[in-house]
């Protein structure tokens, strides 16, 4: 049995439109004769007495392909009778539904064979690509480089800044937690200042804390200029502030640099949130934990971002410490040898 004259009448047009249209696949074909192909195995995969296609044959084209016909069913102009609208969107979603199954017992076998590992690695290249290039262009209409930029853009621009960026700092986790912290701090120690620091982590969390009218404190130390790793200082300040604005909804976050004896500083980032449960205490430094709940605490089920700013201070010879009390706040902080600089340098 197959689809309704109507129904199959207007898909034959929606796969006229795609044909004629096939540069629009191009990341995923070379030529309009593979997409006029494809189309066609496709258009057979509706049919609701047609065998459902095997692993071998499903090839990215044929999704992306899928995923367009059922766009253009629901927006396309013309558009088709409700009655046939329900039958082609349930036929779309027969053969996603059965693609989609496969496809991730595919991905989970690659994931649990011998290259496990580097399938990961490359799909967090293949996310800091676009990452990059979107944080790129909100740099450039930031600066006005586009022209001028209203205040209220500015703060839009700055969200999307610090959205790209959280989420390219996610890909690096991954990428970092493969290779292990000792290529985490491979630049070594050099002159850096905490007052650029504190300065670059401020202006990408100042339009979260804007956005949710939290206060951002920084405090910074008499001696400015020290010699570490200003790298690997710089990610750890910047994901446990951000870590600290997400689960913060009143008050504010302080960044704390203090002097103790000799070259001794200690870095502390502290909230006024919501706190952290003893119960979740156990496994909040564990990479790819389940995702935990207690009361109305959550915290990401990857665990990616502590699990990496640990494994930076223990490469720069320190240990993360936590101090927590549910609903008055949390305290991350580290203690680091970092001797002051005597001599002048310059940072352009």
């Not at 496990?116 to 909100?138: K, M, N, Q, Y």
């Not at 401020?202 to 404190?217: F, M, N, Q, T």
């Not at 564990?286 to 990616?304: M, N, T």
Request: glycine letters at 8%.
């Amino acid at each position: 049995m197959g689809l309704p004259d109507t129904a199959r009448g207007h898909l034959d047009e929606v796969a006229g439109r795609l044909q004629a249209d096939w540069q629009r696949f191009g990341t995923d074909t070379v030529s309009a004769e593979e997409v006029r192909a494809v189309t066609a195995e496709v258009l057979e995969w509706l049919a609701p007495s047609h065998p459902l296609p095997d692993d071998g044959l499903i090839t990215p084209l044929h999704v992306r392909l899928l995923g367009a016909i059922r766009r253009e069913v629901l927006l396309g102009t013309p558009a088709p009778t409700q009655a046939d609208a329900v039958v082609l969107l349930a036929a779309v979603e027969r053969v996603m539904v059965a693609i989609e199954s496969r496809w991730a017992e595919r991905f989970r076998d690659r994931l649990d064979g011998p290259n496990g590992v580097e399938l990961v690695v490359e799909i967090a290249h293949d996310l800091r690509s676009p990452l990059t290039s979107i944080l790129f262009l909100a740099e450039t209409m930031l600066q006005g480089r586009s022209g001028p930029v209203s205040a209220l853009q500015e703060r839009q621009l700055g969200l999307i800044y610090a959205a790209a960026l959280g989420l390219s700092a996610v890909a690096s986790d991954m990428v970092e937690l493969v290779r292990g912290k000792d290529r985490l701090t491979a630049e070594g120690r050099f002159p850096f200042s905490f007052a650029e620091v504190l300065g670059a982590v401020e202006d990408i969390v100042r339009p979260i804390a804007e956005e949710k009218g939290l206060a951002l404190r920084l405090h910074p130390p008499t001696r400015d200029v020290r010699v570490g790793h200003p790298a690997a200082l710089s990610r750890v300040l910047l994901n446990l502030t951000t870590n600290a604005l997400k689960f913060t909804t009143t008050g504010g976050v302080d960044i704390r640099i203090e002097e103790l004896d000799g070259d001794l500083v200690e870095c502390s980032v502290a909230d006024t949130g919501r706190g952290i449960p003893a119960e979740a205490l156990a496994t909040l430094f564990e990479p790819f934990r389940r995702r935990q709940q207690a009361g109305d605490y959550a915290f990401s089920g990857s665990g990616l971002g502590l699990s990496i700013c640990r494994k930076l201070v223990e490469a720069m010879g320190a240990e993360l410490a936590v101090s927590t009390e549910p609903g008055v706040g949390t305290r991350f902080s580290f203690r680091l040898e970092l001797p002051a600089q005597t001599e002048e340098v310059y940072f352009g």
